[in-house]
């Protein structure tokens, strides 16, 4: 049984811990794909598998609960390519009901917290759109401002892309408008158009979406407008946060003053009276469901009347007022027809499945996802089985199983590669985790004498959050890849030396024209300078994400102490490992990875060339003029006037460095209620002790 199969309550303390951090380091990874890539690997479902699983292990375990724990992040993190939005009310989530019971159970509360036993309640049921929310703001009649949900608190300010959605008013309609409103709804794509966008998108080259609703995330969030307007988005109005007027006395009145001032307004919505009238609006929908032309993934229900609903108000991040029902997830039989096998940028090998095409709730499936060689083996999938295919909605499409019954005798067992596919050939390496048991992922050993995971390392190097390199996308990408010129990141920025001869071959590959060409090479000449944390989340290195990025350049502060300190830690040295170690946030993962990292010869090699290129800026240099300034400060045991992040935040502004661990290097050591060992460490090397109102104190 691998580490991760293992039940709870037969972790010992030291598997709990290898669990738990790599529940922080996957999550975080979920998280951003989720959030920021519009582009999720897994289902919802089993991402809740994977947070409960963390849940349970810090319920056991509660002294292992990581600084960087999934239970204490809040959703997603606004992302710095826009600006940040607060939200006057807060945009909350809905909790689920899976069956009758729970929409019973619903249903039941309310009357109970309303004390309103008898008395019939009017609910309305109301399709759950599956696109991404979005608030509008209007201003004596005009949009003003437009922003995503985010983490409910704050969102990102997408006005000018707002602007370009057709169905959304810009000016409200009819003469009794409120003075000032903030109208929320679903931005989602139909299914034909989404279908036409991503054949377009194919024959160009570019990027195609798993589905409708990462289409329209990604088609929202685009730092460029006029790309936004290019794409077939569509807006549902449902909700409303601050209002200078009330919009009636019901939801349904609500939803009628929406239509009136020229939104669209979900037609099936209905108005019901007892959960029976629920259940039937559910099964009405769920068998309509196919014949929409755009994705639902179960229905909202809501209490009817505006003053109950406020009587109600919400528990956490969720109102006690509205619930949604979720579908069972769409599926359909198809033939497998093949298994292709990916590389990913850090080398793991990812089974995907060739499908006969199928319709799966109204979208085109040839490809899914078999995740990995256990699974395949677990699920008993042979080339040839006929297989139920799973659409989830928000995730790229899935296979159930194989059916049995219909194996042909021609099937055959899939026997998974132990050599990798690209020209190397290298060997396959299934890997262990800390605690000695192998892991489900195998390894292509190549790293980036690898040519798969070359290309991927590049498109991650362009990429929107590390360079982000204009009109070198993918496609650019991948031709100048085979063609030779470019075959790692160094040779981005020598690309105009070339200039002549890679004028020409642009021109006749892409039809580009001159002033395109000139373009590109002026992005890149604009990405020669760079930021630290940029430079360093470019790399690639396993396990550094953005946020670890971020942390390692405030760590050292220029490239020169960052490569330096890194060539230390692969030779080895336990005081540049210790050191880095101690950066918080900062775990075993992370250390391993940068050993192996700067101790391929090949790739530090590589790192130098990039870095003889381009202007590396420091980070932003720390305070100096604070009481803290300077110091290493450990947060420990429970903060009651601060969330730890507050904490840590304001530490750093004030030129604090934040550690995770005591050491002899650490200054200040500020200990809540709760401490243990870091308390007991920081005492026995004299380590200066304060509570959290002296820390306060100190800080002013
Ligand atoms: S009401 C307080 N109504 O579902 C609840 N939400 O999980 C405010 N959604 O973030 C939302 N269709 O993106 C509401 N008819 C509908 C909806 C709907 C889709 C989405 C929305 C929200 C999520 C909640």
């Excluded at 060689?373 to 995730?395: S, Y």
């Excluded at 642009?506 to 002033?515: F, H, M, P, V």
């Excluded at 990875?593 to 101790?599: D, E, H, P, R, S």
């Amino acid at each position: 049984m691998s580490l991760a199969e293992t039940p709870v309550e037969s972790l010992s303390a030291e598997a709990a811990a290898a669990e738990l951090e790599r529940l922080a380091r996957e999550l975080a990874e979920h998280d951003q794909r989720y959030f920021q890539d519009d582009a999720p690997l897994i289902s919802d479902g089993d991402y809740d598998a994977l947070k409960h699983r963390n849940l349970a292990i810090e319920a056991r375990f509660p002294e292992l609960v990581r600084p960087d724990s999934p239970s204490r992040r809040v959703g997603a993190a606004v992302s710095e390519a826009f600006a940040a939005v607060p939200h006057g009310v807060p945009m909350l989530s809905l909790d689920n009901a899976f069956s009758a019971g729970d929409v019973e159970d619903f249903v039941r509360r309310v009357k109970r917290f309303l004390a309103l036993d008898a008395t019939p309640i009017r609910l309305t049921a109301e399709p759950k759109i599956d696109g991404l929310s979005a608030s509008l703001t209007y201003v004596s009649g005009r949009l003003v401002r437009a922003a995503t949900r985010g983490d409910g608190r704050v969102g990102e300010d997408v006005t000018a892309n707002i602007l370009t959605i057709a169905d959304i008013p810009k000016t409200l309609l009819g003469d009794d408008i409120p003075d000032r409103i903030e109208i929320r709804g679903e931005v989602y794509i139909a299914h034909a158009d989404f279908a036409a966008m991503n054949s377009a998108a194919e024959a160009a080259g570019e990027r195609t979406y798993a589905n409708p609703r990462n289409a329209a995330a990604g088609s929202l969030r685009q730092i460029d407008a006029r790309v936004t307007a290019s794409r077939p988005l569509r807006f549902f109005a449902y909700a409303w946060g601050e209002t200078s007027a009330p919009l009636g006395a019901t939801q349904t009145e609500a939803l009628e003053r929406l239509a009136s001032f020229g939104f669209s307004t979900n037609p099936l919505s209905k108005t019901v009276t007892d959960v029976e009238g629920l259940l039937g609006a559910y099964q009405d929908l769920e068998a309509r469901r196919s014949d929409l032309d755009y994705d639902i993934d179960g229905v909202v229900y809501k209490i009817d009347r505006l003053d109950w609903q406020e009587r109600l108000g919400a528990v956490g991040r969720t109102p006690r007022w509205a619930i949604a029902h979720k579908f069972p997830a769409e599926q359909a039989r198809t033939r497998l027809l093949g298994i292709d096998i990916q590389v990913g940028r850090t080398g793991a090998l990812t089974p995907v499945a060739k499908l006969q095409p199928v319709t799966v709730g109204g979208v085109v499936v040839r490809n899914a996802t078999l995740h990995n060689a256990d699974e395949i083996a677990r699920k008993d999938i042979c080339v040839g089985d006929m297989v139920i295919v799973q659409r989830a909605g928000d995730v790229i499409p899935q296979i159930v199983g194989a059916v049995a019954s219909e194996r042909p005798a021609s099937a055959e067992p899939y026997a998974f590669p132990t050599i990798c596919p690209c020209e190397l050939q290298t060997a396959v390496t299934q890997e262990m985790t800390g605690a000695g048991v192998l892991t489900v992922v195998r390894r292509c050993t190549g790293e980036l004498a690898c040519p798969y995971q070359k290309i991927e390392h590049l498109k991650h190097f362009v990429s929107r959050r590390a360079f982000d390199i204009e009109g070198l996308g993918e496609k650019q990408l991948a031709g100048f890849f085979q063609d030779d010129w470019i075959s790692e990141p160094a040779d981005i920025f020598r690309l105009a030396i070339k200039d002549a001869q890679s004028l020409k071959k642009l021109k006749d590959r892409e039809g580009a024209g001159e002033t395109s060409v000139k373009n590109l090479f002026a992005a890149i000449e604009s990405r020669r300078t760079i930021s630290l944390a940029r430079f360093i989340f470019g790399l690639g290195i396993r396990h550094v994400g953005e946020t670890t990025a971020q942390t390692l350049a405030r760590g050292y502060g220029s490239a020169h102490a960052f490569l330096t300190a890194m060539d230390q830690v692969a030779a080895g040295d336990p005081t540049a490992i210790e050191d880095l170690d101690a950066l918080d946030q900062i775990g075993t993962a992370v250390v391993e990875a940068c050993k192996a990292f700067f101790g391929e010869s090949h790739t530090r090699d590589l790192v130098q060339r990039l870095f003889d290129e381009l202007t590396v800026l420091e980070a932003e240099a720390p305070r100096a003029d604070t009481a803290v300034a300077g110091k290493t400060v450990v947060f420990t045991g429970a903060l009651e006037r601060l969330t730890r992040d507050e904490a840590k935040a304001q530490a750093e502004r004030l030129g604090a460095k934040v550690a995770s661990s005591v050491s002899k290097k650490t200054d200040i050591v500020v200990a809540g209620p709760g401490a243990g060992s870091k308390l007991k460490t920081a005492a026995e090397l004299g380590v200066r002790i304060l509570s959290e109102d002296e820390w306060i104190a100190l800080i002013g």
